[in-house]
């Protein structure tokens, strides 16, 4: 069954043609790449998934939900969560509090319940802050939980924005670049970490440069260009596809290996 | 650790028994701090945790005062009573006012709000509606009383309105310490990120403005309670700016700040008097050498705590 189905999509600005008539399903459970040259309409895409834009044209269904016209937020309780292609935590906030910001979501306590600590109140908070450092171990930035987010390295920052999105009990994780700034050892225990998220049901989709990290991880791919889509399949056809030699892998780098 | 808190449960047993002690002018003098640091408390909210510049504070504090003098008077509401009549009527303005402002950002946001207090503040001039009294105001509010015992010299207000600032600052501290401060701060770092954490952003600004401003509103009533007397002057840009300024030279996003921004921009003109003529040079001074020296302000916010947690590892902390 496909949890995520993009239809038609397409947005401009001004004279723009930013994503182009795009349309791709992502089955349950699967790690789907999103792949192009710079300024393909990568992000944008992602943007418009998650309701930061709207869409000209198309239709978006989580699981056969439309969600084209839902705010951010609510599309976020849908469970569906992302990660920043520029780091955007919470820098002056402690990794800990950046993480319970996903916890927020799943939470009800307002206002007037903090006010007077009743007993659902502080239970609440305790079970957050428990699945919070649950998270924290599991991207392994326990240890830092009490640091300012913007002192963790480039690398751990990545980690913590996962940790983040993972706190909101997604069922699809949109990563946007989710190696950018991380050396070989990093890539190499992302992939792992990537690995095991679907290991816990989540399906993953992924904008990445590195064509090692997308080769291993993908089991379907999907190319834009010029914000259109040129081409979708497997690792093995994307890699022989001339189109997209020639929009990408032939042009950009030789790194696929 | 134990001698610090001994030595604060010392200073507020002092200052607790000060009225004792004092003149009744330097009693109104402490009195007029905490009704600051009342309202400091509530703005710091919308500036110091959701980080939204509302520079039209005075708009909330009339509108509960009003409010106060208004039932009072025509119907001999006793006006502690009003208390959470007066937080209504702020909170719901506030609510209306804010929900078609609240997606600006920083400067465009804190002029619309200067806008919004000068239009209060006219309005009130004007005699809306006939029956806020134009220039002169409203006069005759009834003092308050609690539990049979009339409030009216300065000493017993000391204890009516520093009780409300402890309920205050109780209250504060834990909203601060909850889901609701966290999603403040959340949308004060970076409101796309907030978004995409799946916090309603404009639900939450809105909430803050309303929140504060029904504190704000209740400020307004005991106010009223202890002038008999409000006009529209009382209302003025000055003392939204006064409220501001409080916040940022103190520490905006922290109780203790506020509260000794309180004391200073309130306390120390009484103290210095004399020098009445130089008091805003000294304190242009001050704001300069503090967005020089100390741009978190005097006492920044402590980091949260949590249970449960090794301390941090590493350097790096503010």
């Known amino acids: 069954m496909s949890i995520l189905s993009v239809t038609g999509l397409t947005k401009s600005f001004g004279g723009l043609m930013a994503v182009n008539d795009v349309s791709f399903d992502l089955a349950e459970g699967s790690i789907v790449g999103l792949i192009g040259p710079n300024g393909a309409g990568k992000t944008t895409v992602f943007n418009l998934i998650t309701g930061i834009y709207r869409p000209d044209k198309g239709d978006i269904r989580f699981t056969e939900t439309p969600i084209v016209r839902l705010p951010t937020h609510r599309i976020v309780s849908l469970g569906v969560a992302r990660t920043f292609q520029t780091i955007r935590l919470f820098q002056n906030l402690s990794v800990l509090e950046n993480v319970l910001s996903g916890c927020h979501c799943r939470m009800k306590a307002g206002p007037l319940r903090a006010m007077l600590r009743t007993p659902g109140q502080l239970r609440e908070e305790r079970r957050a802050l428990e699945r919070a450092l649950g998270l924290l171990g599991f991207v392994r930035l326990r240890h830092e939980a009490q640091q300012l987010a913007k002192n963790l390295s480039y690398g751990n920052q ?97 790194e696929g290996e | 650790m134990q001698r610090t808190s001994l030595i604060f449960i010392a200073l507020v047993a002092l200052f607790l028994l000060s009225p004792l002690l004092l003149n009744p002018y330097w009693v109104d003098v402490l009195n007029n701090v905490g009704l600051y640091a009342i309202l400091g408390l509530s703005l710091n909210l919308i500036v110091g945790h959701a980080g939204l510049f509302n520079l039209g504070h005075a708009a909330f504090y009339a509108v509960g005062a009003y409010t106060a003098a208004i039932l009072n008077t025509r119907f001999q509401i006793p006006v502690l009573w009003l208390l959470p009549i007066c937080a209504l009527s702020s909170g719901l303005f506030a609510g209306i006012i804010a929900r078609p402002i609240i997606h600006l950002r920083g400067d465009y946001l804190c002029i619309v709000t200067i806008g919004m207090g000068e239009i209060v503040r006219i309005a009130l001039l004007n005699n809306v509606f006939g029956i806020t009294g134009g220039v002169n105001g409203i006069f005759g509010i009834a003092r308050p009383s609690l539990f049979g015992i009339s409030i009216q010299t300065p000493h017993e207000f000391f204890y009516l309105i520093w009780g409300f600032v402890s309920l205050t600052i109780f209250l504060f501290h834990r909203l601060e310490n909850s889901r609701f401060g966290r999603a403040l701060n959340y949308l004060r770092e970076d409101e796309v990120a907030a978004e995409g954490s799946g916090v309603n952003v404009a639900h939450y600004k809105l909430a803050c403005f309303v929140l504060g401003a029904a504190w704000a509103g209740m400020a307004g009533d005991i106010f009223a309670a202890k002038m008999t007397i409000i006009s529209p002057e009382s209302f003025s840009f000055w003392e939204s700016v006064l409220m501001f300024t409080l916040i940022i030279l103190g520490g905006s996003g922290s109780i203790p700040g506020v509260m000794l921004g309180a004391f200073l921009i309130i306390g120390l003109p009484e103290v210095f008097r004399e020098f009445a003529n130089a008091r805003l040079l000294v304190f242009g001074a001050a704001m300069v050498a503090m967005m020089i020296f100390r741009t978190e302000g005097i006492l920044p916010p402590r980091p949260r705590t949590y249970p449960s947690i090794e301390p941090p590892s590493g350097e790096g902390r503010r």
């Open chain 1, 158 to 254: 990545r980690l913590l924005e996962i940790a983040r999105g993972l706190a909101t009990e997604p069922r699809l994780l949109i990563l946007d670049e989710p190696s950018g700034g991380m050396n070989e050892q990093e890539t190499i225990d992302l992939i792992v970490l990537i690995g095991k998220l679907r290991g816990r049901g989540i399906t993953i989709l992924l904008i990445e440069h590195r064509m090692s990290l997308v080769m291993r991880l993908c089991e379907n791919i999907v190319v834009l260009d010029y914000g259109a889509k040129i081409a979708e399949g497997a690792p093995e056809e994307i890699k022989q596809d001339p189109r997209v030699i020639e929009a990408y892998l032939g042009t950009e780098e030789g």
